[in-house]
Nanobody, 124 residues
Framework: QVQLVESGGGLVQAGGSLRLSCKAS????????LGWFRQAPGKEREFVAA????????VYADSVKGRFTISRDNAKNTVSLHMNSVKPEDTAVYSC?????????????????WGQGTQVTVSS
């Protein structure tokens, strides 16, 4: 049974920073490529960032490029999202996801496992 548990969400002022973490259990973490998605109230879930199985390939949504960084630590079964220069429009529930393939993907439909999500609220 694959379990993904996010942490690190909270309230942050615009321009500040936040670090989200997602810990996996029940799996060989290194075989999964991983992604972060977010969903704001009244909006559809959208892609934020993804990282390949090796960690060498990373992709970002245009809205977060240059501000967010995705990373992974296979020894700790953890994927992180470092959020800098946050904006009120970054407010959403952030979820991590895993897929049993090598490459990155920005499509939520290509992910097999999901965490419950963590709330991020950015005040102006």
């Amino acid at each position: 049974q694959v379990q993904l548990v996010e942490s690190g969400g909270g309230l942050v002022q615009a321009g500040g920073s936040l670090r989200l973490s997602c810990k996996a259990s029940g799996v060989m973490f290194s075989i999964f490529s991983l992604g972060w998605f977010r969903q704001a109230p009244g909006k559809e879930r959208e892609f934020v960032a993804a990282i390949s199985r090796s960690g060498l390939s990373k992709v970002y949504a245009d809205s977060v490029k240059g501000r967010f960084t995705i990373s992974r630590d296979n020894a700790k079964n953890t994927v992180s999202l470092h959020m800098n220069s946050v904006k009120p429009e970054d407010t959403a529930v952030y979820s991590c996801a895993a897929r049993r393939l090598l490459a990155t993907s920005s499509s939520q439909y290509e992910y097999d496992y999901w965490g419950q999500g963590t709330q991020v609220t950015v005040s102006s």
